[in-house]
């Protein structure tokens, strides 16, 4: 799932997993300082440069990314085991993360979350108080440039509305996993019952 900084995509992603069974969210490596309320191993893998760049230098990353001024990556044993776990996982990533990962992984679904206006994401970027002016002009900037990549996407969710934009991501994960490729791995006896 790839969203400009400000769409919502945290606070959906979030919702998601409280509402949909058998749903997990891959905790993304930073070198990104942490900020208030979060927690290393549950918002990211908080890591220096120098750790960073030892697990991609060793082919350790599923996907990465340099993001205003900080390393984001996937780390390909996190992601193995939640897959072994059986769980659908989502990967919070920017376009660049999302282009790695749908060349890898041919079943891999790319969501594009947009804010419904300019206005609106900067008022969402400025209501967080986490950044002053300089920052917030950056990740304008920055969302212009994210969002040209919104075609890259097999779908797109505008986020007007949460719980319309919540129930859009809800249907996407419903027929992803009604798809005949992921059904056939899970309906596998009833299936080989009812053609015997």
Aim: no cysteine.
């Amino acid at each position: 799932m790839s969203a400009p900084s400000g769409a919502g995509k945290t606070s959906l992603v979030k919702a998601l997993l409280t509402s949909m069974p058998n749903l997990e969210v891959s905790v993304s490596h930073t070198t990104r300082a942490m900020r208030p309320g979060e927690t290393n191993g549950v918002n990211y893998h908080f890591v220096s440069e120098a750790e960073f760049i030892g697990l991609r230098d060793a082919a350790g990353f599923f996907e990465w990314a340099r993001v205003f001024d900080h390393f984001y990556g996937t780390s390909k044993q996190g992601v193995e085991e939640q897959l072994n776990r059986g769980t659908d996982i989502i990967l919070e990533i920017d376009w660049q993360g999302a282009r790695q990962v749908k060349a890898l992984v041919e079943t891999a679904v790319a969501i594009f979350i947009l804010p419904p206006s300019t206005r609106a994401l900067r008022e969402r970027l400025t209501q967080r108080g986490q950044d002053d002016e300089a920052i917030i002009e950056r990740r304008m900037h920055a969302a212009r440039n994210e969002m040209i990549h919104y075609d890259e996407a097999d779908f797109v969710v505008l986020n007007d509305d949460f719980d319309t934009a919540l129930g859009d991501l809800q249907s996407i994960i419903r027929a992803h996993r009604l798809a005949q490729s992921a059904q056939a791995r899970h309906l596998t006896h009833v299936i080989a019952d009812l053609l015997n």
